[in-house]
């Protein structure tokens, strides 16, 4: 595990962090721009020396008030926002860098980190003849294969746009789940961090507000003033059960189906659904003559007003979903803690960017 207790003052910011990071997984950093994101990475890696603490990898420390370990000790991947590719070597020759530096540290190996991302057409090319996708495919493959005890990965799709990011997203869901290195992964975009993360640190004016399982915190309204209005909305693990001649794809869920337009996806795969709060609908009996088609049993264990809005929470099955409605309305139905209810969901209002695959429940497999 990365003990983390530091603290790096600048003129007009404080970076105040106490935390423990897992060593398996995916965790996520999210936060607004300017929370500090970048900034912790940074002492993480050794590259903010004026940064004042303790961090140890178990027990090996890093840095305390006698000892600094230099960057290129820590046995730390860094992806960066921009690839940082060496333009005069291919492809095959920026990872055979990586690789022949690794000192045959414990990883994964050309082959796996290759297969995870389908790096093989690209072996004899140059980065400047690459798609942005591309690069970044190459640049996570060259710091995976430093054979880092963690890899640092400060918004590596920023860069992308909505096609590209699209595409590479899959590829770090393989890397989660067949590589098995931990991956601390700074975004401000939602979408990102409920597809991949296992875990999610909440930061804001430089501290650490909540953490805790990815899941867990999303369901909690205590998190939606740091994930914003429009990102507030829980996950879900559905298990893919059919695919409809209609061009709906059928999932199963804790407390029932849910339609959604057609996901390639094979049969029995597990998917996690992200759910924004502002696209669930509460009836207090069951409605009909409705185009929603998803429409889920739930009851009401807790209501959070904020002016002319309110978020419920509601709990549906063994699942948490958040509703954001009118403050009006929630009176009108007589929400109560314990009030049954129906969680009304237009197939629709899914986007494509907010279905990803559920984390291995044994992760470290390999490929």
């Not at 029932?256 to 996690?272: E, K, V």
Request: hydrophobic share 45%.
């Amino acid at each position: 595990m990365l003990n983390v207790d530091i603290t790096l003052n600048y003129k007009d910011f404080a970076l105040n962090i106490a935390q423990s990071f897992p060593a398996s997984g995916v965790t996520a950093l999210f936060g607004r721009s300017g929370s500090g994101k970048s900034t912790l990475l940074r002492v993480i890696a050794g590259l903010e020396l004026n940064a004042t603490g303790r961090i140890a990898w178990g027990d090996d420390v890093w840095q305390d008030a006698r000892h600094r370990t230099p960057p290129h000790k820590r046995g730390l991947g860094y992806v960066f926002q921009d690839t940082r590719l060496f333009p005069h070597l291919t492809v095959a020759q920026n990872l055979s860098y990586a690789d022949k530096r690794a000192q045959n540290h414990p990883g994964p190996s050309m082959d796996d980190v290759i297969t995870a991302l389908d790096l093989a057409p690209l072996l004899p090319r140059h980065p400047a003849t690459l798609s942005g996708g591309e690069q970044s495919r190459c640049a996570i493959g060259r710091a995976l294969l430093t054979r880092p005890r963690m890899l640092l990965m400060d918004e590596p799709l920023a860069a992308l746009d909505a096609t590209r990011k699209a595409e590479i997203l899959p590829y770090l869901e393989r890397l989660r789940d067949n590589i098995g290195t931990p991956i601390l992964y700074v975004s401000h975009q939602m979408a990102e961090v409920t597809r991949l993360a296992n875990h999610l640190m909440l930061i804001d004016k430089g501290q650490i507000t909540h953490a805790g399982p990815l899941e867990t915190l999303l369901a909690d309204p205590a998190t939606a003033p740091a994930l914003g209005a429009r990102d507030v909305g829980a996950v879900i693990t559905a298990t893919l059960t059919a695919q409809d001649s209609d061009g709906l794809s059928r999932l199963t869920c804790a407390t029932g189906p849910i339609y959604l337009p057609h996901i390639d996806a094979p049969l029995g795969a597990r998917l996690r659904i992200r759910i924004l709060a502002q696209d669930v609908i509460i009836a207090r009996t069951a409605p009909t003559g409705l185009s929603a088609l998803n429409i889920l049993p739930a009851t009401v264990t807790s209501l959070h007003p904020d002016g002319a809005s309110t978020l419920v929470q509601l709990h549906a099955g063994t699942d948490q979903i958040l509703a954001r409605i009118t403050t009006r309305s929630a009176t009108a139905l007589a929400l109560a803690p314990g009030t049954p209810c129906f969680a009304i969901l237009k197939t629709a209002a899914v986007a494509p960017a907010h279905i990803g695959d559920q984390p291995n429940l044994v992760p470290h497999t390999k490929l």
